[in-house]
Structure formats: C-alpha cells, structure tokens
C-alpha cells in the first residue's frame, strides 16, 4: 500500500469520525432535555409559568399615592400618581427623594392611608418605609414600594390613597440637623 492511498484512507476515518460526533452532539441535546424532563432537573426554564389563581380579574382598584415632607429640606414626590390594579395584583411603584440641604439628614417615612380601613388590605413586601433614610446632600434617590392588595378589600372600596410623610430622625442617627421644611 503507498503512502497516498493509507493517507486517504486515514482522511477518510477521520472524516467518518468528525461527522459522527458533530452528529453525536446534535443527539444529545433531545436526549438531554428527555432526560431533564423524567428526572425533574431544570424545571426552572419551563414555558409554562405558574399563573396567580389569586388575582381578582373582575375587579379593579384605583390607587393614588401623595408624598409630603414635615421638617425637612427634601423633594419628596411619586413617580406616578395613580394607578389600576386588581386585588391579588403585585404592584410596584416609585417615590422620588431629594436631599435639598447642605447637610446630611435622615429620615424615616409614615404611611397612612384612605380610607383608614384599606391599611389592613395593603400588604407591603418592600418599602423604603421600613428602615430609616439617610440622604447626602444634594443627593436623588428613586425608592420602590412593592405590594399587593388583599383580596379581603371590602367591595365598597374602590379608591385608595397611600401616603407617606417623612419626618427627620437625625437625633436617632446622631446627624447634624437640617432645618428648613419641605
């Protein structure tokens, strides 16, 4: 056997080769997924994502939100004034905060709402209400408040508006104090 002939007929193996892992590989991504399927294994890419059953479609409540300030130096607004939801519903909204002294301050924010009995239907899961703030001066800062209207709402209850009030803690924090309302 010459040298070109065992060369072409090693080309010919390796090529026999090559195609049969490119094949090979191509195989194994159904067989994969089979696999994941049987065993439960990634079940977090499924398509077909778990649907909130607890969402009242038929209803819908109009939220409005106010922001003021009592003692402080600070811009204090949301970033939408209203909105719709049904009960069930998470809800994500923004309140926007300056700092418009020449000084640290800290604050801590009160919600309140109307009606009154709409607070026990509120379920916050993330508020810049929980803790206390401490804004740098000249210092912006956008703050989510994350919840859901309790399906419990009564029905006569249609409008609700949440507002928070931001009061300066700053002998808490032990901060200079900032003086000049907002």
Known sequence: MSVAAANRRMLVKLVVIAVGMFGFGFALVPFYKAICDVT????????????NTQVDYGRTVVLEFDANTHGLAWRFTPVQRSVSVHPGEMVVVEYEIAN?????VVGQAIPS????????????????????????????????VQFVLDGGLPPE??????????????????????????
Not at 157 to 173: D, H, K, P, R
């Open 40 to 51: 439960g294994i990634n079940n977090l890419v499924k398509r077909d994502a778990p649907v």
């Open 113 to 144: 709402y109307g009606p009154q009995v709409a607070a026990q239907y509120v379920r916050k899961l993330e508020c810049f209400c929980f803790s206390q703030q401490r804004l740098e001066p000249g210092e912006v800062r956008r703050m989510p």
């Open 157 to 182: 209850v249609n409008t609700i508006t949440l507002s928070y009030t931001f009061f300066e803690v700053n002998a808490a924090a032990g901060a200079p104090r900032a003086g000049g309302a907002g």
């Open 100 to 104: 418009r002294s020449n000084v640290p």
